[in-house]
């Protein structure tokens, strides 16, 4: 029961809850509890710092251990702070029944029967431990006399809702765990900083991550990276692994690559579950091959750093779910883990999680190795057999030829991951038994015939290459239909994929049409969204966008430290996404800032007044600073130069005014280790799709005219799906290139409950308990 004077009696027990810094601290949704009473100030109000594993004397609750959270002296500024503000223990006492008495007697004295656990498998089993001794914990403080009968009944029932913060990703039963992203992002920066050394010295390096009973890391790692080998506890190598590693790392030698990279899980182990460390890697590199190696082992630089613009927006989504499930649970209600699959929040039973993630451990333990890497889930299983295509080349002997041609092209504007894209397409055609045909600087490119047959070797190394290698232009085929069916008649182009934006999306359309003229387009073809704006219709998300976000998130804390500085400063920040604003949107909800102006909710002269006079009143308080966000499409009138000079004139005496255009550097660097997999994942599937679809016309001279063999691969909420350009045409704005729906306009009243505005958080969906492994007939989006 909430002891807060401030709050409106409830017909039933609540509340409230704390997350951690980059969990949101949810304030103004509409409806305390699901029961109509609201605080006064039509929020949940406070919330209460609760280290969960931890257990507290008397003397630590008042003002220790346990206290009462305020918005901006507590919650303020810290969603690009890395670790945890309110720390994080493991407590001996809590796993004895008398400790966790203790901690009940706490709580009660607080009144707190909500918990928001955040942690690994550990603290949710220790969580869900206290909650069904929950009874017997108060009826024996009832029986010591530490607290009345009617606590007992007031209190009857504890709920706990957990949200998995680990950076090994080793919990079953989520595809990404708080974390983890921010951890790819510290290897991947090492990875890239190690490969320019090694290639200068023509040094094979061997590099230890951390997963002592995951192997997650590495895995991911290696795909981003490109590395020549990769060992895992769930997928130990075979017997005679040794002689068949130093066969590859000659064999890439042979092919003039001057580097090596071996990623290696500090878990990892052989067969017969012995280890294998990085020295023993090393030592066996230098005795057999000779070659200059070195090892680096990244230890608890994983730990630390600023979390990427994922994980702060996942751990946002995270906490949002969290405090609905808690709003929306009863006495019956089990104890639930809040998880993501694919670009869904989803509830999951708690101790069926915890469970399958420690079968995943005896099955090692049991040398049951292929049973652990399914247990690990779906998402685990795909990124491992990805890998092993990717690097893994047979012998040309060994791969049966299917005599057709493949050709890929990148369309629109660059984005980062396109190279990884091409990478992975090129090396999965080549696995399947097809030749494939690199298309230079897009469809201008195709009908000027700069097309050229790319092999293995030849995409060494571009997983980390921002751009496009290929080149890219926006021109669509329209004008050059006859020159480009030529060009593909000429190299006998049997299946196209296209790796691009909106312009792909329009080219893809106008190949379609141009069916009924043109035979040589009745071949399969696949898009690929690759678009900083995310703006394609049929997916949820395009490569490239993640490294966007991640440059503008980067900025808005540089620029927010500047602000902090010289006090009394609003940043206007351009960015670009044309007239789709999830740049601007996300961006802001990722670097905590104060309004985002976007064309798909529009805003008058009101709104901007409103929103000087939001920043005024911030000014009185500590955080004496503001960011707003501009979509450089949102409006025609209130155009970036507009709203600058409104607030500096309407700021006068409280605030000045700075304003930055973000512009082209947003499509520029190193992708993020998101893109780098996604880009990878996407375009092999989609070579998977055409290979099967090359499989059903083999030796048939089969026309490909339908719907369903011209489509765009995406992610729609929690699964990969092939749509026909036919389907989504009437799913498209053709005038502002935008989808008509968009899911990420849902999360747009989160950033303005974070700004600290009224806002209403609408809870959609029925929010039921779901089994641990979803099997149904869809192809699950293993991000």
């Excluded at 949002?320 to 499930?325: M, Q, R, S």
């Excluded at 995409?459 to 004008?479: D, E, H, N, Y």
């Excluded at 009138?637 to 709203?643: E, L, P, W």
Aim: net charge positive.
């Amino acid at each position: 029961t909430c002891q807060d004077e401030r709050c409106c009696p409830s017909r039933r027990p609540h509340g409230h809850i704390r997350g951690g810094q980059g969990v949101l601290y949810l304030r103004g949704l509409p409806g305390h509890g699901g029961w109509r009473q609201q605080h006064r100030r039509g929020g949940l109000g406070e919330r209460v710092q609760y280290p969960a594993s931890a257990v507290l004397s008397p003397d630590q609750q008042k003002g220790r251990l346990v206290a009462w959270g305020r918005w901006t002296q507590c919650f303020s500024g810290h969603g690009d702070r890395g670790g945890t503000i309110i720390g994080s223990a493991r407590c001996k006492d809590f796993r004895s029944r008398e400790g966790r008495l203790k901690a009940a007697a706490n709580l009660i004295q607080l009144g707190i029967t909500n918990l928001c656990v955040i942690g690994g498998d550990g603290s949710l089993t220790g969580a869900n431990i206290f909650r069904r001794e929950w009874s017997g914990l108060l009826e024996e403080l009832a029986k010591d006399g530490k607290i009345d009968k009617e606590a007992v009944q007031r209190h009857g029932h504890l709920n706990v809702v957990g949200m998995v913060g680990s950076i090994d990703n080793d919990f079953c039963g989520t595809d990404m765990t708080i974390g983890t992203d921010s951890a790819l992002h510290r290897i991947m920066e090492v990875v890239d900083a190690i490969m320019t050394t090694a290639q200068s010295h023509q040094r094979t390096f061997v590099l230890e991550v951390m997963g002592r009973h995951c192997g997650y890391l590495a895995l991911v790692s290696a795909l981003a990276c490109g590395a020549d080998w990769v060992f895992l506890p769930e997928s130990p190598p075979e017997e005679g692994w040794q002689e068949d590693m130093c066969i590859k790392l000659s064999e890439n030698r042979a092919r003039k690559k001057r580097l090596n990279i071996i990623i290696v899980a500090e878990g990892a182990i052989d067969t017969q579950n012995k280890p294998i460390t990085s020295e023993q890697i090393k030592e066996l590199v230098v005795t057999q091959l000779g070659y200059d190696t070195r090892v680096t082992i990244l230890g608890h630089v994983q730990r630390g750093g600023t979390p990427s613009a994922f994980d702060r927006i996942l751990a946002s989504r995270m906490g949002v779910e969290a405090v609905v499930a808690l709003l929306q649970a009863t006495p019956e209600t089990p104890a639930c883990v809040v998880s993501l699959s694919g670009n869904q929040a989803v509830r999951l039973p708690l101790m069926e999680c915890v469970q399958m993630t420690q079968d995943v451990q005896k099955a090692m333990d049991e040398g049951r190795f292929k049973e652990a890497v399914k247990l690990r889930g779906r998402s685990f299983e795909s990124n491992l057999n990805t890998y092993k295509r990717l690097a893994m080349k047979l012998p040309d002997s060994q791969i049966p030829k299917t005599n057709c041609n493949v050709g890929v092209v990148n369309v629109g504007a660059p984005a980062a991951g396109m190279n990884a894209a091409v990478r992975a397409a090129v090396r999965v055609g080549i696995s399947d038994g097809h030749k494939m045909f690199a298309v230079y600087d897009g469809f201008e490119g195709f009908a000027k015939g700069n097309i050229k047959e790319i092999g293995w070797a030849d995409v060494g190394g571009w997983t980390g290459q921002g751009g496009s290698i290929l080149g890219t232009k926006r021109t669509l085929p329209g004008k050059y239909l006859e020159d480009i069916a030529a060009q593909m008649r000429a190299h006998r182009i049997n299946a196209l994929l296209i790796i691009g934006g909106f312009e792909a999306y329009l080219g893809l359309l106008e190949l379609s049409a141009a069916r009924e003229k043109h035979e040589e387009f009745c071949v399969p073809m696949v898009m690929v969204p690759a678009t900083v704006s995310n703006n394609v219709p049929g997916s949820d998300f395009s490569i490239g966008a993640d490294t966007a976000l991640n440059t503008i998130t980067d900025t808005c804390d540089r620029i927010k430290q500047s602000a902090s500085g010289t006090k009394r400063r609003v940043f206007i920040i351009e960015t670009m996404g044309g007239f789709c604003g999830y740049l601007a949107n996300m961006g802001a909800l990722a670097a905590g800032a104060d309004a985002a102006y976007i064309f798909e909710e529009p805003f008058d002269i009101r709104d901007l007044q409103s929103n000087v006079e939001h920043l005024t009143e911030k000014m009185k308080t500590t955080i004496q600073r503001g960011l707003v966000l501009r979509n450089e499409s949102c409006s025609e009138n209130y155009t970036t130069d507009f709203i600058y000079q409104l607030y500096s004139e309407e700021g006068r005496g409280v605030f000045d005014c700075r304003k930055n255009v973000l512009g082209h550097m947003q499509q520029g660097g190193a992708p993020s280790p998101f893109d780098r997999n996604f880009g990878t994942k996407i375009s092999a599937r989609a070579m998977q799709w055409i290979s099967s679809k090359l499989k059903e016309s083999l030796g048939k001279g089969k026309r490909f005219v339908s719907d369903d063999s011209i489509c765009v691969l995406g992610i729609s909420k929690r699964n990969l799906v092939f749509q026909p350009v036919a389907e989504l045409k009437k799913e498209t704005d053709f005038e502002h290139r935008i989808p008509k729906e968009q899911w990420w306009l849902k999360l747009r009243p989160l950033m303005k409950i974070l700004a600290k505005y009224k806002a209403s958080f609408e809870v959609s969906e029925a929010g039921q308990l779901e089994p641990v492994q979803h099997r149904g007939p869809e192809e699950p989006a293993a991000i």
